[in-house]
């Protein structure tokens, strides 16, 4: 149980980010603060909806709007977090795009993007997340890599190398971090139904089941358990490590 703990999920609004919001409430976190770079309906639209989805009724849920590749934002979110909430015990880098093509077609752009976006923002949260945690001697970092950042994959060289980076800042931030009390991990998901995966085409759907050895693609509620888990006080010994959630596709 997460009784009384305070998260923050970056990328929190929809896809795997909210299955993680929504689960961490459901494992007894008394607030947690979502952000998300943009917010359609508002901010508190998106807190109430979600608000309204969970059953357990003692968590507060925040939505704060902040682009996760800007460390001026990620400063400011946790900030807030630990005005509003009185403090964080739970920081799960979530955010994250693809922004695919062939190395030969990949523009500057697309690879600085993406770059930014799902690894630059690991450093900016884990960077601004460090002082509070350090403080309370207590933090549970959980960063969301991919099983592609493992083996490669054609046509996304720009979201791969984002990947292992993460992957590979999880090991060196676990072992800063250690003294510290406060875990980094990383859980690195498979094929997961959610828009990101909405984009792939029928042919390139059918052949990664193919590759899937429990024949079924993931859930981002498969993905929020682990996360839950790895933030509980059972995942107490467990640092540097990275999880996939495949359905074994990479065993
Ligand atoms: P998703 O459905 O596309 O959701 C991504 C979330 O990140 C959205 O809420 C999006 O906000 C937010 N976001 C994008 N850019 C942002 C920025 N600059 N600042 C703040 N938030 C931003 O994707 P998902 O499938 O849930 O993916 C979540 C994580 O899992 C990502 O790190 C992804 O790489 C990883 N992952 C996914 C799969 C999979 O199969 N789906 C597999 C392996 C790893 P908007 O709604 O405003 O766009």
């Given at each position: 149980m997460l009784t009384d703990k305070k998260a923050l999920v970056t990328?929190?609004?929809?896809g795997i980010g909210k299955a993680i919001v929504k689960q961490l409430a459901e494992s007894g976190c008394s607030h947690i603060l979502l952000t998300d770079i943009a917010f359609p309906d508002g901010e508190d639209a998106c807190a109430s909806e979600i608000q309204k989805e969970i059953?357990?009724?003692n968590t507060n849920i925040i939505a704060f709007k902040a682009d996760a590749s800007s460390l001026e934002d990620a400063h400011a979110s946790i900030e807030e977090a630990v005005n509003k909430?009185?403090?964080?015990d739970i920081l799960v880098n979530n955010a994250g795009i693809t922004k695919d093509n062939l190395l030969l077609r990949m523009s500057e752009k697309e690879f600085d993007d993406v770059i930014n976006i799902n690894l630059k923002s690991v450093f900016n949260y884990s960077k601004a997340v460090l002082k509070p945690m350090i403080k309370q001697r207590y933090g549970r970092i959980v960063i969301i890599a991919s099983i592609v950042g493992l083996i490669g994959n054609p046509g996304q060289s720009n979201y791969v190398a984002s990947k292992a980076g993460v992957i590979g800042f999880t090991k060196s931030l676990a072992r800063e971090l250690a003294s510290r009390n406060i875990t980094v991990n990383a859980v690195a998901p498979g094929f997961i139904k959610t828009e990101m995966t909405d984009k792939l085409n029928e042919e390139q759907k059918a052949n990664m089941l193919k590759s899937i050895p429990l024949k079924r693609l993931g859930t981002p509620e498969d993905i929020a358990k682990v996360v839950g888990f790895l933030c509980?006080?059972?995942?107490?010994?467990?640092?540097g490590q990275i999880l996939a959630v495949d359905g074994g596709m990479t065993m």
């Amino acid at each position: 149980m997460l009784t009384d703990k305070k998260a923050l999920v970056t990328g929190g609004s929809r896809g795997i980010g909210k299955a993680i919001v929504k689960q961490l409430a459901e494992s007894g976190c008394s607030h947690i603060l979502l952000t998300d770079i943009a917010f359609p309906d508002g901010e508190d639209a998106c807190a109430s909806e979600i608000q309204k989805e969970i059953s357990n009724s003692n968590t507060n849920i925040i939505a704060f709007k902040a682009d996760a590749s800007s460390l001026e934002d990620a400063h400011a979110s946790i900030e807030e977090a630990v005005n509003k909430m009185g403090g964080l015990d739970i920081l799960v880098n979530n955010a994250g795009i693809t922004k695919d093509n062939l190395l030969l077609r990949m523009s500057e752009k697309e690879f600085d993007d993406v770059i930014n976006i799902n690894l630059k923002s690991v450093f900016n949260y884990s960077k601004a997340v460090l002082k509070p945690m350090i403080k309370q001697r207590y933090g549970r970092i959980v960063i969301i890599a991919s099983i592609v950042g493992l083996i490669g994959n054609p046509g996304q060289s720009n979201y791969v190398a984002s990947k292992a980076g993460v992957i590979g800042f999880t090991k060196s931030l676990a072992r800063e971090l250690a003294s510290r009390n406060i875990t980094v991990n990383a859980v690195a998901p498979g094929f997961i139904k959610t828009e990101m995966t909405d984009k792939l085409n029928e042919e390139q759907k059918a052949n990664m089941l193919k590759s899937i050895p429990l024949k079924r693609l993931g859930t981002p509620e498969d993905i929020a358990k682990v996360v839950g888990f790895l933030c509980s006080p059972e995942a107490d010994y467990i640092t540097g490590q990275i999880l996939a959630v495949d359905g074994g596709m990479t065993m």
